[in-house]
T-cell receptor, first 113, second 114 residues
Framework: QQQVKQSPQSLIVQKGGISIINCAYE??????FPWYQQFPGKGPALLIA?????SEKKEGRFTISFNKSAKQFSLHIMDSQPGDSATYFC????????????FGAGTRLAVHP | KAGVTQTPRYLIKTRGQQVTLSCSPI?????VSWYQQTPGQGLQFLFE???????NKGNFPGRFSGRQFSNSRSEMNVSTLELGDSALYLC?????????????FGPGTRLTVL
């Protein structure tokens, strides 16, 4: 069964620290790896995404690192801020189903001031 | 540009009833996907509609169905509600072309089954 395994389940970081969330996938046909951010009472919103032809992508304080051989990708949030406190989901599309995302279980991030 | 809208935002039903949820995608988007979000199972894909046709389907029983209209608006229906159907139902829209497009999620409909 196609899965995306996400860890940790929850994370507490001090303001200014680095938050790191990891995901591992099984389906080597996945060709797009988005990260979504969800605040309470809101739907998930795309934060950053990467394709497997690059090993790293950076957008502001957010960086995705991708390790194709290990079938892992991770999200790094530099200089974490209290406003980053949210639930983060990694995802991958089912093979052949471009708009059919399979999500990780989510990581609840709390950034303490 | 207006975002994805979902109605109603909250809904309370009893077991055995049926429910219809509505989703209006972003203007110009032709693909609408539905997801169920629960604390235990997380975010799970229900189905995707593109140009009024179901293009992808998740592993949910036949009680869950959907449709898409010519204006890309979509509805999903759940018949014979069970307690376990209590969840946040999210709709996401995208352009829907053959390569992957960003999906934009609505705020969801919170369904409670008593």
């Amino acid at each position: 069964q196609q899965q995306v395994k996400q860890s940790p389940q929850s994370l507490i970081v001090q303001k200014g620290g680095i938050s790191i969330i990891n995901c591992a996938y099984e389906n080597t046909a996945f060709d797009y790896f988005p990260w979504y951010q969800q605040f309470p009472g809101k739907g998930p919103a795309l934060l950053i995404a990467i394709r497997p032809d690059v090993s790293e992508k950076k957008e502001g304080r957010f960086t995705i690192s991708f390790n194709k051989s290990a079938k892992q990708f991770s999200l790094h949030i530099m200089d974490s801020q209290p406003g980053d406190s949210a639930t983060y989901f990694c995802a991958g599309p089912f093979s052949g189903g471009y708009n059919k995302l399979i999500f990780g279980a989510g990581t609840r991030l709390a950034v303490h001031p | 540009k207006a975002g994805v809208t979902q109605t109603p935002r909250y809904l309370i039903k009893t077991r055995g009833q049926q429910v219809t949820l509505s989703c209006s995608p972003i203007s110009g988007h032709r693909s609408v996907s539905w997801y169920q979000q629960t604390p235990g199972q997380g975010l799970q894909f229900l189905f995707e509609y593109f140009s009024e046709t179901q293009r992808n389907k998740g592993n949910f029983p036949g009680r869950f169905s959907g449709r898409q209209f010519s204006n890309s608006r979509s509805e999903m229906n759940v018949s014979t509600l069970e307690l376990g159907d209590s969840a946040l139902y999210l709709c996401a829209s995208s352009l829907g072309s053959v390569t992957y497009n960003e999906q934009f999620f609505g705020p969801g409909t919170r369904l409670t089954v008593l």
